[in-house]
């Protein structure tokens, strides 16, 4: 199966290697809607759409993240635009990414803890989260002509080892397997980023340690 998009992402990930290093690393924070237009926000903890007891915990739908994460992100986001065809399927308007989280302050991360506090799946806020840094993001891919996700193995927050990588491909259908391995491929090749084993949607930076634990109030 992976032989069907291999090439394809060595290329792109040759191709933009020299645009993420040519930029410069800051620890600011920026609005990813602002450097990307067209990419899909459904921030999930800025609604009651969420599993932390359908709690809004989030004042605003803006979502931030570190510049450095936010060049990966562009570079990622042009490269799904000019996809085609992918697995068989057709995208006449190419692929984009989907956003479910970016940067959360740490007065969240305790809350979060507080309700669900499994750190496989949350983070102790003592330590903190690449969120907490605004290093990581929770994301997914959509047809951007129908502004469909594409089917990947669970929903959203899905604490569950069917989230986990690791999940054995026999009990997916191909499809969601396919999906699944393609985003991780182009977010790790491409954009440079790190996964999460327990969690198919989350990636961060691999030195997202590195950056202060953040309080800032989105507002």
Known sequence: MKKKYFFYIIFIALASQTSIKSQIVTSELVPIRELIPNIVLDLKYASTDNVFNNQKLYTTNE???LKDLA???IVIQDSLNKIRTLNGRGYPEGIGLK???GYRPRAIQYIMFEIF???TFVAHPESGSG???GGAVDLTLVNLATGKELPMPTYFDDFSDAASHN???NLLPANVVFNREFLKSIMTQVGGLDY???EWWHYQLSNNKDYPLLDFQMK
Do not use: E, G, T
């Open 63 to 65: 979502c931030y993240v």
């Open 71 to 73: 060049i990966r992100l």
């Open 99 to 101: 956003i479910w989280d």
């Open 117 to 119: 506090p499994d750190p």
């Open 131 to 133: 969120h907490n840094r």
């Open 167 to 169: 999940y054995p491909s």
């Open 196 to 198: 999460y084993s327990a």
